[in-house]
């Protein structure tokens, strides 16, 4: 078996099919011709002086400048600073805890901005995430990160909004933005008088229910905002509102029913109206 | 239209303004240590007046209950870990790994006790001992459910319902165990009906009241 491979390698020389290899290469130009042993000798020597000559002409490299100490990660930084700040908050220093708010506030909305793309919607879980680090802050240890417990609180927000959203999206048409964004725009809405029309059905709500759609509504608080004021769950208070609000509706459509309020304007224009026409 | 940012701002001088002093939640190996306390002076109380002798030698003797005895034990081990570490952000890797060990103690256990039922023969049906065993054990998860809920109330739960469950595993795992260890009737059916069952049917029936009870209590 060997003899017949050495056999077939040495027919295979004498064919002559290095060589037809070769020239084949050489005619494609990718590879020089095969050398001869003295070639090969004088490409080596010519090789070696071209790198000597290179070596002797070559200038010479100026000196790197020495590297300077590397800066620590802004994380790494602000990780004992964050975790001090914490500390002190936690025992009642609040001057820390607006310090700790205010540094933390660019990293929880970068976290929340990176999963929710709507704008309004991330800004109300931005203000979750913080409304919960504030009400789980004794869950906080100093001897661990501070940098994982917040993302984790932050986490916890963005699931909640997703799966609160999932919820309701069988239920809830969302409107476009920019469609009522330029109807809202106008005073305040806390200083605008209220119809005494609403203001009556507002005083017939349960007053939970009314705290929390004349915080929303009337004040104009956010829902996060509300919730605190409320000293209540974000869930809570947004089922409160929406309860409120449909206690609402039923009110105001009763009314328009029964002829009590006909219009959207409130009941002094209308009355006034009614005063100069019968006059 | 005011900008969203400020509400933001608000909130901040909101909080600040609102700021009180907090004691900060115990360390999680303290937590565990002292509930692990509590558990073990709770099984020496209920089974003080009980003769368990024979406790040990039917560990050896009986697989069968002596696997039940290490399911009930797991679960009561990685669920109170996992409940414990629930209430802690940033601590979800042990919560999920106490999970998973208290599920798959309790499975495993119970899968053991199915299995056997048939090879034993013990297809005898004891519907009274087998409701007192699981009237005691449920009775005996009380305290235990005590001590966990605390713990979850003060910390900061993401899964209300999902700790409740494992919560509740916990609890009424080292009620089971308390009842196993006093219980004299080793038939695999009996431990599954009145033992093992004990957790997977108050988790189930608990997890939703409880879960809404902390979000309650927590605000």
């Known amino acids: 078996m060997a003899a017949k491979r050495k056999a077939k390698i040495e027919s295979s020389g004498e064919a002559g099919g290095s060589t037809e290899r070769d020239a084949k290469r050489v005619s494609c130009g990718t590879l020089r011709p095969p ?15 071209r790198g000597a000559m290179q070596t002797l002409t070559m200038p010479e490299r100026p000196e790197r400048p020495a590297p300077e100490p590397e800066k620590p990660r802004e994380r790494e930084d602000s990780e004992p600073e964050l975790s001090a700040w914490m500390r002190a ?9 607006r310090a700790l708010l205010t540094a933390i506030q660019p990293k929880v909305r970068a976290i929340v901005f990176s999963r929710i793309k709507a704008d309004a919607s991330a800004e109300d879980v931005v203000q979750n995430a913080l409304l919960s680090i504030h009400r789980g802050r004794a869950t906080y240890r100093s001897e661990r990160p501070f940098g994982p417990w917040m993302r984790a609180i932050v986490r916890n927000a963005v699931t909640d ?5 999932k919820r309701r999206g069988d239920r809830e048409i969302p409107l476009p933005v920019e469609d009522w964004a330029k109807d809202v725009s106008g005073p305040d809405p806390a200083k605008v008088p209220l119809a005494p029309e609403l203001q009556d059905a507002l005083a017939g709500l349960p007053v939970k229910q009314r705290e929390a759609v004349t915080l929303i509504q009337v004040e104009g608080l956010s829902v996060a905002e509300a919730a605190l004021r409320a000293k209540v769950s974000v869930g809570a208070i947004k089922v409160r509102a929406h309860r409120g609000y449909r206690a609402l509706r039923k009110k105001l459509e009763g009314a328009r029913r029964e002829g009590v309020w006909e219009s959207s304007e409130p009941a002094a224009a209308r009355s006034d109206d009614a005063k100069e026409g019968g006059s | 239209m005011t900008d969203p940012a ?21 360390r999680l190996r303290t937590a565990f240590a002292f509930v692990l ?41 990685g669920g109170t870990a996992s409940v414990l570490a629930a209430g802690v952000p940033g601590r979800e890797r042990v919560e999920q790994a106490g999970m998973f060990l208290a599920f798959a103690g309790l499975t495993a256990a119970a899968v053991v006790c199915w299995m056997a039922i048939p090879d034993v023969g013990a297809n005898h049906s004891y519907p009274g001992v087998d409701g007192m065993c699981f009237q005691d054990a449920v009775w005996s998860s009380l305290l235990p459910a005590g001590v966990i809920f605390t713990f979850l109330v003060r910390g900061w739960v993401s899964r209300p319902i999902v700790a409740s469950l494992v919560g509740l595993l916990a609890s009424a795992g080292v009620g089971a165990l308390l009842v196993h260890l006093s219980c004299s009737l080793i038939t695999p059916k009996h431990i599954l009906v009145g033992h093992l069952s004990v957790p997977f049917v108050l988790g189930v029936l608990g997890m939703y009241p409880l879960g809404w009870l902390i979000r309650r209590l927590r605000g």
């Open chain 2, 37 to 77: 306390a509590v558990w073990a002076a709770i099984l020496a109380v209920g089974l003080l007046g009980s003769s368990t002798g024979w406790v040990w030698s039917t560990l050896q003797s009986n697989w069968i209950y002596g696997a039940s005895f290490v399911g009930l034990v797991v679960a009561a081990l």
């Open chain 1, 35 to 49: 050398l001869d042993g003295a070639d090969r000798a004088t490409a080596a020597l010519a090789l070696y002086a």
């Open chain 1, 161 to 165: 909004y997703f799966r609160d959203r």
């Open chain 1, 89 to 97: 908050a936690q025992a009642g220093d609040a001057d820390a805890y």
């Open chain 2, 6 to 26: 400020n509400h933001t701002d608000r909130l901040i001088d909101r909080l600040t303004e609102e700021l009180e002093p907090v004691r900060p939640l115990p």
